[in-house]
């Protein structure tokens, strides 16, 4: 059984302002490559498909198409379940009717979890979807009071898929939830209010895969000391620039007779880089000095000591995705040289400003014409206040 494991869609985010939506389709694209080549037995997307309750329609058509080419095209399978992004209730309209054409999507909690069942030459694997859901939905849903948190919501769920499922059969978990130990970044919103949410890893035995979604950090953790399990493929983009350093990728899951799975780590080329480049305006200026692309998405750290004007302005001139300015705390707090707003007079702030703009001192005549200047709009501002 060879599965591809994905997570973390979220199409239709927005980045600093920008949509994503084209740099979406651009790795979707690699995808449906990787799909037509590696001839999967299922896709599975484990949450977040979207990035929320109500996505924009180039996000709706976007998913639309990659999921008509995957399932329709090539007939690949794929498997779908809610993340907490996503609208339970939305994404679960038309599931029988898509179940049919072998797109499975799960996005209310079932009551029973069936599992799919796709077999290949050495018999049935069980693929159980379990959605993100608030635990008191879990607690209405299964009936049970000894839900109250994610931990006991979660440990509901997966008893009732052993118990009622007690066979043999080599067996998958989708899921969506941040378990213990994982490591987390920006762009992922917290599951619970106040508490961490998370969930014990040992929670999760008797699988021999787990597919996680939620943390946009591709990672392993150990179920009961079994490194070999428990998976997340991370997101399909860089979503803050706190993720720069990652490689985003998904897997292609090779599961054996007996249940043991290997995988494959492939990534995917973004159409642009999240990077944090630093310098001065000067620097900057000059173009990228260690080869990657201006069009890369940006957050500058800017290590000019004084005011820059338009710096925004400037530097889009030569790197048109800058999506983010930063100084250094020193540079923005209290330099010894810097004038303390609060205690300097109007003129000497210009003063200092000008210097630091132009680099020469203000002449008498200028001083002169800006205090008339500042004077008449002191009057004027008392005139109008009486
Ligand atoms: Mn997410």
Known sequence: MRFIHTADWHLGRL????????????????????????????????????????????????LDQVLSRLVIDLEVPVILIAGNHDSPGRLNFGARLLAGRRLYVTGNLPEA????????????????????????????CLKSDAVTDPQTAMVAILDRIRSA??????RVLIAHAFVA??????????????????????????????????????????????????????????????????????????MDAAGVCTREAVWLKPRRDVRRIAGTMAE???GPTDGFSKEDYLEVMLMDEGPVLDAMGSL???YPHVLHLRR???VAGTTSDRPNVRTTGDADLFKSFFKHVTGNDLTPDQETAFVATVDAMHTAEREAAL
């Open 15 to 62: 980045f600093h302002g920008l949509h994503l939506t084209d740099d979406q389709a651009f790795v979707l694209e690699q995808l449906i490559d990787l799909v037509r080549d590696a001839k999967p037995d299922a896709v599975i997307v484990a949450g977040d498909i979207y990035d929320r309750a109500v996505p924009p329609p180039e996000a709706v058509d976007l």
């Open 113 to 140: 979890c069936k599992p799919l069942v796709l077999n290949d030459a050495h018999g049935p694997v069980h693929f159980y979807s379990v959605p993100f859901a608030e635990p008191a939905m879990v607690r209405a």
């Open 165 to 170: 499922h007690t066979t043999g059969e080599r």
């Open 181 to 254: 130990g994982g490591d987390g970044c920006e762009s992922e919103r917290p599951l619970s209010v106040g508490g961490a949410g998370t969930i014990d890893a040992a929670c999760f035995h008797g699988f021999h895969y787990v597919a996680l979604g939620h943390l946009h950090r591709p990672q392993s953790l150990a179920v009961n000391g079994d490194e070999k399990t428990l998976h997340y493929s991370g997101s399909l983009l860089k979503y803050s620039f706190d993720e720069c350093d990652q490689h985003k990728h998904i897997y292609i899951v090779d």
């Open 284 to 286: 900057l200026l000059q």
């Open 316 to 318: 889009r001139e030569v």
């Open 328 to 330: 250094p705390e020193v």
